[in-house]
Structure formats: C-alpha cells, structure tokens
C-alpha cells in the first residue's frame, strides 16, 4: 500500500502481542492509515508516543484492563481510542476509561473499517462511544446530582473554554483560538476541572454536557 503524508498516524498499544500484531496487520490493509508503531501498554506510553508521533493511539485494554487504565489516566495528547472487552463489566471499564482521558470506546472486536473511522473522528476533534454505551456515559444526571457535580458556576470565559475543550483542542490552539497565553488557557481549564470536579479533561466534557452546559 502506497504512504501518503496526509494518511492518519496511528500508534497501537496492547499487551497482548497476538491482537497487537493482527490489529496493525488490519488496520495498515485500510487506505488513509500509516501504522506508525506498536507496543505493549506495559512500556513507556510517553516514549511510544515521542517516537511514532501519531495522531491517534489506539489502545486494546485486554481482557484484564486495570493496569491499563492507570496508565492510561497519565496519557495527555494526543487522543485515545480505547478498545474495551464485552462483558458484563462493559458499562464499568467504559466509565472508567472515559474518566482516564480516552474521547474513544469501542468493542475490542469491532472491524477495522469501524476502528479507522473512530480514529479519524477522534483526529478531527469529535468524540466516539459505541451504541450501547453512549448512554451510559452521556445520560443527563439528576436535578440534585447535577447541581452537587458543578462546585460554582463557570464564568463566561471559562464557558468559552470548556466549549473549545469539548471540540477536542489543545491548550496551544485554545489560545490561537482566543488570543490569550497558554499559561492563561492553563489556569482556565484547572479551575473548570476543579468547579465540575473532574479528574481529566475528557471527564470535565462528560459532566458538563451532564448538566447540559456543552453540546457535544
């Protein structure tokens, strides 16, 4: 398969060297994708990332996703596709991997046409949850709920940024945006992390569109 420069960059990382392997066989059959590395998730995630410069990890979590999960809630940019088992536990692990950072969930046995689809709509700024669990995840909470999960209100700048934190931009292209510093864009999104009581970005966007302060 001829390279193009525009092909989406994607790094995959999964313990298992069997569904690593045939996960990078598949998606580097797929036209638009350049696989541009491979590793277990036990390595360094940072380092990966330093030296295959994707635009997206996809990360297979396993059957067994805990250790995963910690390492993932360390991962900042750029964004996580985050490949779930099924089970019983789906609902959970999906919760959990949202609140760790990934703007991603699928099943870890969906096509790969599917899985460079979200990968792409993860690279554009949008956010993919499979069918069965956006639900879960993006079901309006209660009145009281609600109220309790927003420490104090937003002020409008901050409006401003959550609406941008949403769109999937870094705190660089947020300043572009808004023509203020990235320290200042810093300063915004820890206070809006703290007023929504959010442990990540990707968290901060669940509970606000909770309480309906964002459309997604």
Request: proline share 7%; glycine share 6%.
């Given at each position: 398969m001829?390279?193009?420069l525009?092909?989406?960059?994607i790094?995959?990382?999964?313990?298992?060297?069997l569904a690593?392997?045939?996960?990078?066989?598949?998606?580097?059959?797929?036209?638009?994708?350049?696989?541009?590395?491979?590793?277990?998730?036990?390595?360094?995630?940072?380092?990966?990332?330093?030296?295959?410069?994707?635009?997206v990890?996809?990360?297979d979590?396993?059957?067994?996703p805990e250790?995963?999960?910690?390492?993932?809630?360390?991962?900042?940019a750029?964004?996580?596709?985050?490949?779930?088992?099924?089970?019983?536990?789906?609902?959970s692990l999906?919760?959990?991997?949202?609140?760790?950072g990934?703007?991603?969930?699928?099943n870890?046995?969906a096509a790969?046409?599917a899985?460079?689809?979200?990968?792409h709509?993860?690279?554009a700024?949008?956010?993919?949850?499979?069918?069965g669990l956006?639900?879960?995840?993006?079901?309006?909470?209660?009145?009281?709920?609600a109220?309790?999960s927003?420490?104090?209100?937003?002020?409008?700048?901050?409006?401003?940024?959550?609406?941008?934190?949403?769109?999937?931009l870094?705190?660089g292209?947020?300043?572009?945006?808004?023509a203020?510093?990235e320290?200042?864009?810093?300063?915004?999104?820890?206070?809006?992390?703290?007023k929504?009581?959010?442990?990540?970005?990707?968290?901060?966007?669940?509970?606000?569109?909770r309480?309906?302060?964002?459309?997604l």
């Open positions: 001829s390279i193009s525009n092909d989406l960059r790094l995959i990382l999964a313990d298992d060297p690593r392997a045939g996960l990078a066989a598949l998606l580097a059959q797929q036209p638009g994708c350049q696989v541009t590395g491979q590793a277990p998730a036990n390595a360094d995630p940072a380092a990966e990332i330093d030296a295959a410069r994707p635009d990890v996809v990360w979590l396993g059957w067994t250790d995963a999960l910690e390492r993932l809630a360390e991962l900042g750029p964004p996580v596709l985050a490949l779930l088992p099924g089970g019983d536990a789906a609902a999906a919760s959990q991997a949202w609140r760790a990934a703007r991603g969930l699928l870890r046995n790969p046409e899985i460079l689809a979200a990968a709509s993860l690279a700024g949008l956010i993919v949850l499979e069918r956006a639900s879960d995840l993006l079901l309006p909470a209660a009145p009281d709920s109220a309790a927003l420490v104090e209100p937003l002020t409008p700048r901050e409006n401003q940024v959550l609406q941008l934190l949403a769109e999937g870094t705190n292209a947020i300043a572009q945006r808004l203020i510093s320290h200042t864009v810093k300063f915004h999104v820890n206070a809006i992390l703290g929504l009581a959010a442990q990540s970005r990707a968290d901060a966007v669940m509970r606000a569109t309480l309906g302060l964002i459309l």
